[in-house]
């Protein structure tokens, strides 16, 4: 097993990845000239694989693969995490024991060092550039189905926490599947020409979205009137230059 105890993309890409051109392993993003791995496509161990020996990447997951994967890694932690411990237990208690030796020779107190605890954060995000951390954060999981004014399922809609840092996209069933910090209230709901909405977040799991579409002004082929030919050589030739000589 690699050393990596979490995968996690905390600043996610806003491209598409259907606009994008297909490369060798993944899309080429226009944006910022970097090609997107799809790691959607391998497995687990080809994932931690890749990971292990690549760095600055930015990846496609899908969000079910990365919980997988970070699950796997919190299986994987405890066993080496303890045996750490275990040898650390043993190290303080030789020290404590020559520390109160020493204390009870010289009738002075002992002194403990306390070890900080790492800490650390985690989220988890379909698109964008890929960061391994230690901790993972609590979290939970929404799906929904976003439609229209027609009850038809939109596909392609945003879906994201009101940072960012979190958001998936409706399939072509206009169905979601999002990851969000278990404190969230909100998450927002976007998509081109629809009224963007705030969604509160309750104890459901699973939510009903209705987009509207946005009021524009008036679109439509452009028809100039203009003076009959007759009317515009008769002020032009006639009433026009009489009015110049009695004025």
Not at 212 to 221: A, D, F, I, K
């Amino acid at each position: 097993m690699s050393n990596i105890q979490n995968i996690n993309i905390p600043k996610p890409c806003h491209q598409s990845w259907q606009q994008m051109m297909p490369a060798e392993s993944g899309r080429h993003c226009a944006q910022c000239c970097k090609t997107v791995t799809d790691f959607t496509t391998m497995t687990n161990s080809q994932v931690i694989a890749y990971l292990s020996n690549t760095g600055n990447v930015c990846g496609r997951f899908n969000e079910q693969q990365l919980t997988n994967l970070n699950h796997q890694f919190s299986a994987d932690i405890p066993a080496t995490a303890t045996s750490g411990w275990k040898r650390l237990a043993v190290i303080m208690g030789i020290a404590s024991f020559a520390l109160s030796f020493k204390a009870v020779a010289q009738n002075k107190p002992a002194t403990t060092v306390q070890t900080p605890k790492p800490t650390g954060d985690a989220g988890s995000i379909m698109l964008g550039k890929v960061v391994a951390t230690t901790d993972a954060a609590k979290t939970r999981v929404i799906t929904g189905h976003i439609y229209d004014d027609q009850n038809l399922s939109i596909p392609g809609v945003s879906v994201k926490t009101p940072s960012g840092l979190t958001r998936a996209t409706t399939d072509t069933a206009g169905k979601f599947r999002l990851t969000i910090p278990a404190d969230t209230k909100q998450v927002q709901v976007l998509f081109i020409g629809y009224k963007p909405l705030l969604v509160d977040i309750c104890a459901d799991e699973n939510y009903q979205v209705k987009l509207t579409t946005e009021q524009y002004g008036m679109l439509g082929e452009v028809v100039v009137t203009r003076t009959p030919i007759i009317k515009r050589i008769y002020y032009k030739c006639i009433k026009r230059p009489i009015r110049k000589i009695f004025n």
